[in-house]
């Protein structure tokens, strides 16, 4: 595809070399340049693409977008037999040559956004299967992975950026898929990675205080903003009104909507919910009433999950997916990372899952008493570079709620170790919980495994889904759930030579 038709519709300057410069790829990293690239200069929020720029020229770049240019730059470009146009909107740009080139994927799938604090990626899991159990073929496009059915990648963000996101979108098509199914976090909103997306539904699962940092949201007020402005896009609604913001918007906004709740009446609401531990089953019995009537089984525990089941059902109810349908997908489903049961031991459940804030070890710490443990015992890390209020809110929160706290490291990326212990440590001191400072996470692991004992609940946290743990900057692949079963499997050959 030629450079003009990558541009068609938008306003631009070409201030060197032809139009007709043949595009067969789009980038913005230029790790990823390579001969026939169309290279976005673009100036992030962190970094700079101009710091990028020799790279990306060096590696056979045919064509440069750039916002401004300045003497070093045009010194640099004008160098190299290359062509070069200049935008006045960089977002604009990109968005108009990623639906160009691929011509227009977005228009050809019904597209679903799922936003919320917590529970995005369970409920997208969920209604994934659900479209897929009704026969619609749906990509996946979230925290633990993007999903096309017989292709699966790594994700780089819960919502990939742009061009990335059109280039699923294209595959998504390619492979015969009609739905698409995307987390959309706020910060995705903010940085324009869904530009150009018009979605048939937007789901919204809960709000609670988080990501109030620098680089992500300067105040909960813009927190709050970025996700009702993905909202009030939508022309068609799915509101948990257990959470109160969620409530508030169900009076807000103007479309038309679905709402759902564990705890009232609502378009879809649950009559009764019994939680439910037996040798197979981990979960809740679930009686609803409203657009659909009638009990499932719930295979991931908690009411928590009954509230993200609920959801899901509710928009799989808009997608037309039936009450059987809804009966044979949520007695199987189990979402990676999420309330997974790494292994039964010693009578003990070892269960790992991605909670990493206050509120989400909250919210498991709880749900695990419902089932009545005779002990908890919480593993535990913070990421580096992060909140320390994060820290310490969970290092209070596993005092209070577990038995047995074993503090190790999560990702601390570039922060020392110590300096997030010392945050967990205020947190702990506070409730004055019995806790074990572990720092590597393989020997934390199997200390844990080691302490099991009949009806103990070993909760591995934190990390969840991820595959690697990054520390002094590097990332190594490191898997909570391969960790357990080779400690397991150790620990019961040496039982067995003993």
Same mark, same amino acid.
């Given at each position: 595809m030629t450079l003009q038709s990558l541009l068609d519709s938008l306003e631009y300057s070409l201030i060197q070399g032809s139009i007709q410069t043949e595009i067969s790829h789009l980038t913005e990293d230029s790790r990823t340049v390579r001969k026939g690239s169309l290279f976005f200069c673009r100036r992030g929020y962190q970094t700079d693409g101009e710091q990028y720029l020799a790279e990306a020229l060096a590696k056979g770049a045919a064509a440069v977008i750039c916002q401004s240019a300045g003497s070093e730059m045009l010194e640099l470009l004008f160098s190299r037999d290359i062509s070069v146009a200049v935008v006045g909107n960089m977002d604009e740009a990109m968005q108009t040559a990623a639906a160009n080139f691929y011509d227009h994927p977005q228009k050809k799938l019904t597209l679903i956004g799922i936003t919320g604090t917590k529970g995005k990626t369970t409920v997208s899991m969920m209604l994934r299967a659900l479209l897929e159990c009704a026969g619609l073929k749906t990509i996946l496009i979230g925290t633990n992975g993007i999903f096309t059915g017989d292709q699966s990648f790594l994700p780089t963000h819960t919502t990939p950026p742009l061009l990335q996101l059109y280039q699923y979108l294209d595959q998504a098509v390619r492979s015969g898929c009609s739905h698409a199914v995307m987390e959309v976090s706020s910060l995705a909103v903010k940085q324009g990675r869904i530009r150009g997306l018009d979605f048939s539904l937007g789901v919204f699962t809960n709000f609670s205080p988080d990501h109030i940092l620098a680089g992500e949201h300067e105040s909960l007020e813009e927190y709050r903003s970025w996700k009702r402005q993905f909202l009030e896009q939508c022309p068609f609604c799915v509101l948990n009104v257990d959470d109160p913001w969620g409530e508030e918007l169900s009076r807000q906004l103007t479309c038309p909507m679905l709402t759902c709740s564990r705890k009232r009446k609502a378009d879809l609401y649950a009559v009764q919910a019994e939680c439910r531990m037996e040798d197979s089953f981990w979960g809740s019995v679930v009686e609803v009433m409203g657009c659909y009537e009638g009990v499932f089984r719930l295979s991931m525990p908690g009411?928590?999950?009954?509230?993200?089941?609920?959801?899901?059902?509710?928009?799989?109810?808009?997608?037309?997916?039936?009450?059987?349908?809804?009966?044979?997908?949520?007695?199987?489903?189990?979402?990676?990372?999420?309330?997974?049961?790494?292994?039964?031991?010693?009578?003990?459940?070892?269960?790992?899952?991605?909670?990493?804030?206050?509120?989400?070890?909250? %919210?498991?710490?709880?749900?695990? !008493?419902?089932?009545? $443990?005779?002990?908890?015992?919480?593993?535990? *890390?913070? =990421?580096? #570079?992060?909140?320390?209020?994060?820290?310490?809110?969970?290092?209070?929160?596993?005092?209070?709620?577990?038995?047995?706290?074993?503090?190790?490291?999560?990702?601390?990326?570039?922060?020392?170790?110590?300096?997030?212990?010392?945050?967990?440590?205020?947190?702990?001191?506070?409730?004055?919980?019995?806790?074990?400072?572990?720092?590597?996470?393989?020997? %934390?692991?199997?200390?844990?495994? !080691?302490?099991?004992? $009949?009806?103990?609940?070993?909760?591995?946290? *934190?990390? =969840?889904? #991820?595959?690697?743990?990054?520390?002094?900057?590097?990332?190594?692949?490191?898997?909570?759930?391969?960790?357990?079963?080779?400690?397991?499997?150790?620990?019961?050959k040496e039982k067995g030579e003993q």
């Open positions: 009411s928590y999950n009954v509230s993200n089941a609920l959801t899901a059902a509710a928009a799989g109810f808009w997608a037309g997916v039936s009450f059987e349908q809804i009966w044979e997908t949520m007695q199987r489903i189990q979402v990676t990372g999420r309330c997974q049961v790494a292994a039964r031991y010693h009578g003990a459940w070892l269960v790992i899952d991605y909670a990493h804030n206050e509120s989400s070890l909250l %919210a498991v710490l709880n749900m695990v !008493r419902e089932y009545h $443990p005779h002990r908890i015992v919480c593993l535990f *890390g913070c =990421g580096g #570079e992060r909140s320390k209020l994060r820290r310490f809110g969970m290092g209070r929160i596993s005092a209070r709620l577990a038995d047995v706290t074993v503090i190790t490291q999560d990702n601390s990326r570039r922060e020392p170790f110590s300096s997030i212990l010392a945050d967990i440590m205020d947190g702990i001191r506070m409730e004055r919980g019995e806790y074990l400072i572990i720092p590597d996470r393989t020997e %934390a692991i199997r200390h844990c495994i !080691r302490l099991a004992r $009949p009806g103990d609940f070993i909760l591995f946290l *934190g990390k =969840g889904h #991820e595959t690697y743990q990054e520390i002094n900057g590097s990332r190594q692949h490191f898997s909570d759930l391969e960790t357990i079963c080779r400690e397991i499997e150790n620990e019961t």
